[in-house]
Each structure stands twice: as structure tokens, then as C-alpha cells.
T-cell receptor
Framework: GAVVSQHPSWVICKSGTSVKIECRSLDFQATTMFWYRQFPKQSLMLMATSNEGSKATYEQGVEKDKFLINHASLTLSTLTVTSAHPEDSSFYIC???????????????FGEGSRLTVL | KQEVTQIPAALSVPEGENLVLNCSFTDSAIYNLQWFRQDPGKGLTSLLLIQSSQREQTSGRLNASLDKSSGRSTLYIAASQPGDSATYLCAVNQGGKLIFGQGTELSVKP
């Protein structure tokens, strides 16, 4: 089956530093990847859509200068939380759709998530 | 704006029971609907995907139905086991994006 890998799985950083999270599709190519955040006991909230070779599309209320997304290849998207603060502490999950399965209707596969704690 | 609601928020059953989880959505213009399982502190595992033209999908002890016109989906779990304990999330695909419900936290007691 399709595998999506995230790294790191957990990270602790000091307030004011930047943290990069990687999302890789291991056995398929993904022109589109999605980044979500999840607070404890809550559902997943879509942050942005990452498009290979072009700028990401952010959901309303998500600061694009705060959450930098780069999708430089068909198998890798990165999310950088810039100048992190304690309120950015959350569980970040990425997902990817196989390029072959179609633009919008294919199944989405999810990574294992990355837990960020900002002190 | 699409809203996805899952009922109940939490459910506790004894081992062996059959159970039904409910998911409703407000806008029927969807491509498909997916059911996921999430264990504590983990990512999502896809359970079943139902395309908008389909009525149901089955995988082992799991059966998911979709009634797009009424905006409802159900996940039926047969002969529940303690290993089924997890949070179950439904998500609708609208415009290529998944919109999630809040989840149902299931606990199956031995």
C-alpha cells in the first residue's frame, strides 16, 4: 500500500526558533499534499494545500508567513513553522494523493504525524 | 460551508457487540467519503473509501454506507474486539480537500 512518512515524529524547541517538518511519499508520486494540524481531543483542521512546483494554497485564517510550505519534488513537501511560540504546539499531519489516481477523487494517505512542543 | 458531524462523540461497548458510528454532512456535493481510524498520538489509517456513486463498501468486519442525498454515512463494526478501540473519523472530499468530523472515540471492553 501507499506509504507516507513524516519526520521528525516529535520535536521540542525553544520559543522563537524555526522548525521544519518533512512529508515524503515513499512509493508513489504526489503532485498534491495537504497539511493538517490537530489539537488534543479535536479533529484535523486543514492548513494548506501543497502543490508541486508552485505556491501553496492556504486556508482562511492560516498565516502563510508563519507556516512556510515548500513542495520541491513529487515526493517531498516541507512545513516550516517560523518563530515558533507555545501556541504553535500541536500535532501536524500531512497527507498525499497518488498522482496516478486522479486530481481530486483519489484516496488520500496520511503520515504518522509530527508532535511539536514549543517551550 | 461544509460541516461534518459525528455522533456519538464517545462510545463504550462490551466485546462482541455490533455497533454503528454515524457521520452526517451538510453539503452533498462531494467526490467521496473516507473513514479513518486514529490511535492515540498516531496518524490516520484509512479504513474505507466510498465514491459518491457508490452506496457501500466492505472490508472484513467493517461496512460503510453512504446516502449522499441525505448527507449521511454509517460505519458498521461487527463483533467488536478490544483492538478496535480507537478514534474513528469520517471525512468528506469536497473539491479535492478532506473535511473531517470531530470523531467518535470507541472503547471496547474485554
Amino acid at each position: 500500500g501507499a506509504v507516507v512518512s513524516q519526520h521528525p515524529s516529535w520535536v521540542i524547541c525553544k520559543s522563537g526558533t524555526s522548525v521544519k517538518i518533512e512529508c515524503r511519499s515513499l512509493d508513489f508520486q504526489a503532485t498534491t499534499m495537504f497539511w493538517y494540524r490537530q489539537f488534543p481531543k479535536q479533529s484535523l483542521m486543514l492548513m494548506a494545500t501543497s502543490n508541486e512546483g508552485s505556491k501553496a494554497t492556504y486556508e482562511q485564517g492560516v498565516e502563510k508567513d508563519k507556516f512556510l510550505i515548500n513542495h520541491a519534488s513529487l515526493t517531498l513537501s516541507t512545513l516550516t513553522v517560523t518563530s515558533a511560540h507555545p501556541e504553535d504546539s500541536s500535532f501536524y499531519i500531512c497527507s498525499a494523493r497518488d498522482r496516478i489516481s486522479g486530481s481530486n477523487t483519489g484516496e488520500l494517505f496520511f503520515g504518522e504525524g509530527s508532535r511539536l512542543t514549543v517551550l | 460551508k461544509q460541516e461534518v458531524t459525528q455522533i456519538p462523540a464517545a462510545l463504550s461497548v462490551p466485546e462482541g457487540e455490533n455497533l454503528v458510528l454515524n457521520c452526517s454532512f451538510t453539503d452533498s456535493a462531494i467526490y467521496n467519503l473516507q473513514w479513518f481510524r486514529q490511535d492515540p498520538g498516531k496518524g490516520l489509517t484509512s479504513l474505507l473509501l466510498i465514491q459518491s456513486s457508490q452506496r457501500e463498501q466492505t472490508s472484513g468486519r467493517l461496512n460503510a454506507s453512504l446516502d449522499k442525498s441525505s448527507g449521511r454515512s454509517t460505519l458498521y463494526i461487527a463483533a467488536s474486539q478490544p483492538g478496535d478501540s480507537a478514534t474513528y473519523l469520517c471525512a468528506v472530499n469536497q473539491g479535492g480537500k478532506l473535511i473531517f468530523g470531530q470523531g467518535t472515540e470507541l472503547s471496547v471492553k474485554p
